[in-house]
């Protein structure tokens, strides 16, 4: 991820509310992992395994905060009974940046696979989501992802592509 | 000893702490003991932990007490890390061992064998670890703890078995709204969002 997106992101973020992040980082989201932990406007929590995040973004909503959880799809595919039983079932909202591996393009056999797969689980899970890769499209997709959260009490997801990531 | 015996004997000790349960026995035993707004019953195994990091986070000038089980524990230890290194000094967390998966029916967990969970979190970076082995012990644990104000890990050897107690009747939405209406009450704090109306924009056209 190019540091102007990161930035953008972290800004985003900022500007729609979201003072709490987990991550679980990776080498396309280092940069943006980096800009979280420098930044003091908000708590970033990493965390060793993504339902963790989860657990503690839920955490953190009941508290008070309104958190963010960044991480790649594979991350997203593990934490799905976390997803279903801490926030769909009771009703938290958390807003999820996923970094989209796999799609046209891929080289890596299993990141192909992670890739196909993780739009049908969103649609499974009945998770709202679009696809963000310009620059110029991440600050209003943050902020809409963040309001319907809020609204729906459920958390919603926003799939970084590569455009976003390379 | 019994894992009611233990809730029992630090209940009166309660006052506004904040309370994250598991899904198993527990969570009935604490809602008999101490029925409390400020209770939440996670309908989980494995995240309680990481919850109870989530709100002590969020509200570092409130204690957060945290009721797990071994079998909960063992499917997220990676959060004993993330916890120690976070340091909350508003955290305990409490593991009630009975080396089995008593809602499962029974059969051993890890720390049947080997497994020794208290040291397990004093090599994740806990400072404060024990290990108690009756009720005591325990109660005396978790009195040292909420007096040090600082994180700490309480483990509590019991025996299973479930106590003799109705099945709380909280609904777990209800209990998800009924929980964060306390917390915005004594918070004053808004967690809740509202649409704003829109029957001003009609009359002021």
């Known amino acids: 991820m190019q540091p102007k997106i990161a930035i953008e992101i972290v800004n985003s973020l900022k500007e729609a509310g979201i003072d709490f992040v987990a991550t679980l980082t990776e080498a396309n989201l280092h940069n943006l992992v980096m800009a979280l932990e420098k930044d003091p406007a908000i708590h970033h929590v990493p965390v060793t395994r993504e339902e963790e995040g989860v657990g503690i973004c839920a955490g953190a909503y009941l508290g008070g905060k309104r958190p963010a959880i960044v991480m790649m799809n594979a991350g997203f595919l593990l934490s799905s009974n976390a997803l279903a039983t801490v926030c769909i079932q009771p009703g938290i909202p958390i807003l999820m940046l996923i970094g989209h591996s796999g799609g046209m393009g891929e080289e890596n056999p299993s990141h192909a696979t992670i890739g196909m797969l993780t739009e049908p689980v969103l649609q499974a899970l009945q998770i709202m989501y679009e696809r963000v890769g310009h620059v110029e499209e991440i600050r209003p997709a943050i902020q809409e992802a963040q309001t319907l959260a809020r609204s729906s009490r459920r958390p919603t997801a926003l799939l970084l592509v590569k455009e976003a990531l390379r | ?205």
């Not at chain 2, 979190?121 to 909420?146: D, H, K, M």
């Not at chain 2, 050897?157 to 209990?175: Q, T």
């Not at chain 2, 649409?195 to 002021?204: D, G, L, T, V, Y």
């Open chain 2, 1 to 205: 000893m019994k894992r009611f015996d233990c809730l029992k004997a630090i209940a009166p000790h309660f006052q506004d702490e904040l309370v994250v349960t598991n899904l198993g026995g527990v969570r009935h035993e604490w809602y008999a003991a101490r029925p409390h707004p400020g209770n939440y019953h996670l309908q989980n195994l494995g995240l309680t932990s990481s919850v109870g990091l989530g709100l002590a986070l969020a509200l570092p000038h409130r204690n957060v007490v945290v009721f797990d089980g071994d079998g909960s524990l063992l499917l997220n230890l990676g959060s004993l890390a993330t916890i120690a290194n976070q340091h909350p000094r508003n955290f305990i967390y409490i593991v009630f061992d009975n080396s089995c998966y008593e809602s499962s029916r029974g059969a051993p967990t890890a720390t049947a064998g080997l497994t020794d969970l208290a040291a397990i979190a004093r090599g994740a970076g806990f400072a404060n670890a024990i290990s108690t082995q009756n009720v005591e012990e325990f109660e005396a644990g978790f009195l040292q703890a909420l007096k040090n104000s600082d994180l700490h890990f309480i483990l509590a050897k019991v025996e299973p078995g479930a106590g003799k107690v109705p099945p709380a009747p909280l609904d777990s939405v209800e209990n998800k709204y009924s929980f964060v209406r306390y917390i915005e009450k004594t918070e004053k704090i808004e967690i809740l969002v509202s649409p704003p109306s829109r029957a001003s924009e009609i009359q002021e056209k």
